[in-house]
């Protein structure tokens, strides 16, 4: 039997059979300058398969498959320390499934928290609504039609009682119109920042983190004792990331945007507890 032949049978490409020769697993005979491969062959492929199944890693296999091709039987596994390695590998195997569903639940926790974060789980801070006052009227604005999610506004109207002027909260985002629907915003992310990354060298990305982290330490330096801060503008996410990371743990945050609501959807996890983000 050829070596094409023989690798469709056993479901492998001709590359691992010559992979499984060069680490002397198999041990075909060759005829002139090609391989034939026998039914001896064949049952060693077999138990080769077999025991990558069992997770035997290749240089384990090779006792047993010495024996095989001598003795051209299975009569290996009833050997003392055979018996032995295959008592060694199950408890290796369940040590391993152990490991491995410690690991899922990292996963599935990790997927459960990134699921969370695509909710919009921030709003305005029910402390803050004595600051939201008419610009025209100077009245205090009053809350109607409220949701609340651990004392902070979700969604609901804010009306002028002077002069009827209304205003809108929708996903904890205050306008001054109706708020739409806010599409999936994490759709292409991962993979525009990756090519981003790819296309510069590290040099240009390790200055990039060094003027974030400049910028960080600047906020930290000139943010002390700051009670309210405000950011205008569309500026970059990730600059974002730096700047808010750095304010004073109290603070009180204004962010105003024209559209874009990405600094809320990315940023809310690290946003200070009373935070307004206005739109419009």
């Known amino acids: 039997m050829k070596i094409g032949e023989f690798a469709k049978k056993h479901n492998v490409t001709i590359d691992t059979v010559r992979h499984y020769i060069a680490e002397g ?3 075909p005979l060759r005829e002139n300058t090609q391989y034939s491969f026998s039914e001896i062959d064949n049952k060693v492929m077999d138990t080769i398969l077999l025991l990558k199944a ?13 024996f095989q091709t001598m003795f051209t039987s299975n009569s290996f596994v009833s050997l003392g320390s055979f018996q032995s390695s295959f008592e060694k590998k199950l408890v290796q195997n369940r040590e391993e499934i152990k490991r491995l ?7 599935e926790a990790r997927l459960q928290e990134y699921n969370a974060m695509l909710r919009f789980n921030r709003g305005i801070a029910l402390s803050m609504m004595s ?3 008419c ?7 009053e809350l109607e039609k409220p949701e609340l999610l651990h004392n902070e506004i979700m969604s609901g109207e804010l009306v002028c009682p002077e002069c009827g002027k209304r205003y ?5 985002l205050l306008s001054d119109k109706m708020i739409p629907e806010l599409e999936e915003r994490t759709d292409g992310i991962a993979d525009m920042v990756e090519n981003y990354i790819r296309q510069n060298d590290d040099k240009y990305i390790l200055n990039v983190r060094e003027f974030y ?5 600047i906020t930290k330096e000139n943010g002390l004792g700051a009670k309210n801060v405000m950011i205008d503008g569309e500026s970059v996410g990730f600059l974002n990331s730096a700047i808010l990371r750095s304010l004073p743990e109290n603070v009180r945050l204004f962010v105003h945007i024209e559209e874009n609501a990405t600094i809320k959807y990315f940023l809310e996890d690290i946003l200070p507890k009373e935070t307004i983000i206005y739109s419009g």
């Open 25 to 27: 697993l198999l041990t």
């Open 135 to 141: 610009p025209v009227c100077k009245k205090t604005l």
């Open 54 to 66: 069992m997770n035997f890693k290749l240089e384990e296999m090779k006792p047993y498959l010495l």
């Open 131 to 133: 600051s939201l006052k």
């Open 101 to 107: 569903e410690q690991m899922n639940e990292l996963i």
């Open 168 to 172: 809108y909260i929708r996903y904890g």
């Open 213 to 217: 982290q400049k910028a960080a330490d």
